[in-house]
């Protein structure tokens, strides 16, 4: 993994190189735009999928990643499909913690109907933890991201239940532009005649903004309580 000069100020753990730019693409490059230094770590390679092979995936990624906004990433390189929260695993991504040193990190939402995603979760709280233990074999000083936030790119039919979401108005059809770069998982091989997930994220995107009173926006989710500096960035 090439490590970053300067330690990231936010880590976007994706567990198929696609979920970081569904769920908070606008948000990765509004916050680039503000000067953060955010990177995303993606689990695994995505494949195999219907129509996807890893060097289709591997150019797609780098497409989409230009467009918003070249956050530093890599990939862990841990099994599609089959990922799990084994200690192995854990392991590994505490180790990955330890040499970025986010101070804030990006999880997938905790309910999902992919496997992969669940376990990514989990695999991102448990390596958090593990990253601050002294004493143990896992390689680099001991470090703990100070927060978890998480975004949505989930395989349920639900509607979020966020506990705030993130003005993306100007940042929107970057992302969406970026999503296209997923030919072989976004654009060839859906439907005909209804709509299909990038339609999907841009409605819900839609209505997001609508709640909050812009254009568009991105809903997180926290299982703590969120502590506010001020008031001063609170929309309409
Ligand atoms: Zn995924």
């Known amino acids: 993994m090439d490590i970053p000069q300067k330690p990231l100020d936010a880590l976007v753990v994706s567990p198929h190189p696609d979920d970081a730019e569904l769920g908070m693409g606008g948000t990765i490059l509004r916050l680039i735009r503000q000067g953060w230094h955010v990177g995303i770590l993606d689990l695994t390679s995505g494949e195999p999928t219907p129509l996807g092979s890893v060097e289709t995936r591997t150019r797609e990624t780098a497409e989409a990643n230009a467009r918003i906004g070249e956050p530093w990433r890599a ?12 200690l192995e695993h854990r392991r590994a991504l505490a180790g990955a913690f330890r040499r970025l040193r986010p101070r804030l990190l990006f999880a997938p939402f905790w309910e999902d109907a992919h496997p992969d995603h669940t376990a990514a979760t989990r695999l991102v709280e448990d390596a958090r933890f593990w990253g601050k233990l002294s004493k143990s074999d896992i390689p680099g000083e001991p470090f703990h991201p100070s927060r978890i936030l998480y975004y949505f790119s989930v395989h349920l039919k639900i509607v979020e239940r966020p506990s705030f979401v993130v003005d993306v108005s100007d940042q929107h059809e970057a992302k969406l532009d970026a999503l296209r770069c997923y030919r072989s998982q976004l654009v060839d091989n859906q439907p005909e005649g209804r709509p299909g997930v990038i339609d999907a994220v841009a409605d819900r995107a839609r209505f997001w903004g609508h709640l909050a009173g812009v254009r568009f926006a991105e809903p997180f989710a926290s299982r703590e309580p969120i502590g506010l500096a001020g008031l001063g960035d609170l929309l309409p």
Do not use: D, V, Y
């Open 75 to 86: 990939n862990l390189g841990l099994p599609n499909r089959s990922l799990e929260p084994t």
